[in-house]
Nanobody, 119 residues
Framework: QVQLVESGGRLVQAGGPLRLSCAAS????????MPWSRQGAGKQRELVAR???????NYADSVKGRFTISRDNAKNTVYLQMNSLKPEDTAVYSC?????????????WGQGTQVTVSS
């Protein structure tokens, strides 16, 4: 199993920066990738950014050039640096771990952290 704990969400003014953290513990070796997703009120969940165990990254078009996903392997932590925040970035941000063991694939989710961007 993998346990994930997110932190860093808060109220921030539009245009400002914010960094979210996602600390993983447990069966770290089984993690293939660690994405960040978000879900705003009344909206569908959206994949924001993803980083693989090999370090490859990809981003949603809506955040390209503003958000950066990175990781610190020594701390088993993935970060989401968010710059130039917009009110439409307001959402609950959740990280999850894509894992596999043998032929079994499973995603473990954190509890989520609220980001609110005021205009």
């Amino acid at each position: 199993q993998v346990q994930l704990v997110e932190s860093g969400g808060r109220l921030v003014q539009a245009g400002g920066p914010l960094r979210l953290s996602c600390a993983a513990s447990g069966s770290i070796f089984s993690i293939n990738a660690m994405p960040w997703s978000r879900q705003g009120a009344g909206k569908q969940r959206e994949l924001v950014a993803r980083i693989t165990s090999g370090g490859s990254t990809n981003y949603a078009d809506s955040v390209k050039g503003r958000f950066t996903i990175s990781r610190d392997n020594a701390k088993n932590t993935v970060y989401l640096q968010m710059n130039s925040l917009k009110p439409e970035d307001t959402a609950v941000y959740s990280c999850y771990a894509e894992t596999h063991s043998g032929s079994l694939y499973f995603d473990y989710w954190g509890q989520g952290t609220q980001v609110t961007v005021s205009s």
